[in-house]
């Protein structure tokens, strides 16, 4: 497609529902990144994939956070048991090949949480 | 842990004044990216600085790399009503790829 995008755009869940948020990079992108970004704050670091391998998630803030690339390009990123510090919204980023520190990242529109 | 900070928070200028955000960080940088975030949008890459004590100019728009690399301003001379949203600055976490996000500045302009 013409850019990187995310499914849904917003998602409203009860306290303690399980979540799933998708991303589809552009075609052809090696590098996916999910940024969590709260309301007034900067992107915040979540996660890393190149291709389907899971190379950093240092930035998952618990055990409750799981994202998944199985093929390389769609991935999703899921939240059990939903409390309500986790209303964000999250981003996807995608990068056209192997991280390199000097690349840039194409940002999709975003998935905007709000825990009830 | 390694930061990123930026000031101010907020702006607001009359249209046709100028605006300056500043970026600093706790470690120093192989390079700083700008991106610029719409209300209700997503942030949007704007540019990329790498050398010491780089300048590079983007119409009105002018960015800066410090000479230790550890600072960068962006500055927009004769703000326009499409300047308005929020300006982040972003560096490398150490050697890994993740990027680390300044708060960033909000910049609202009055017609």
């Known amino acids: 497609g013409a850019g990187v995008s995310q499914s849904p755009r917003y998602k409203v869940a009860k306290r303690g529902q399980d979540v799933a948020l998708r991303c589809d990079p552009i075609s052809g992108h090696v590098s996916l990144f999910w940024y969590q970004q709260a309301l007034g704050q900067g992107p915040e670091f979540l996660t890393y994939?190149?291709?389907?391998?899971?190379?950093?998630k240092s930035g998952l803030p618990s055990d409750r956070f799981f994202a998944e690339r199985p093929e390389g390009s769609v991935s999703t990123l899921k939240i059990q048991r939903t409390q309500q510090e986790d209303s964000a919204v999250y981003l996807c980023?995608?990068?056209?090949?192997?991280?390199?520190?000097?690349?840039?990242?194409?940002f999709g529109p975003g998935t905007r949480l709000t825990v009830l | 842990g390694q930061q990123v900070m930026q000031i101010p928070q907020y702006q607001h200028v009359q249209e046709g004044e100028d605006f300056t955000t500043y970026c600093n960080s706790s470690?120093?940088?192989?390079?700083i990216q700008w991106y610029k975030q719409r209300p209700g949008g997503h942030p949007v890459f704007l540019i990329q600085l790498v050398k010491s004590g780089e300048v590079k100019k983007q119409k009105r728009l002018t960015f800066q790399f410090g000479e230790a690399k550890k600072n960068s301003s962006l500055h927009i001379t004769a703000t326009q009503t499409t300047d308005v949203g929020t300006y982040f600055c972003a560096g490398p976490r150490g050697s890994q790829g993740n990027l680390i996000f300044g708060k960033g500045t909000k910049l609202s302009v009055k017609p």
């Open positions: 980023a995608s990068s056209p090949r192997d991280w390199e520190l000097t690349d840039t990242q194409y």
């Open positions: 994939f190149q291709n389907e391998a899971q190379l950093d």
């Open positions: 470690t120093t940088l192989s390079n």
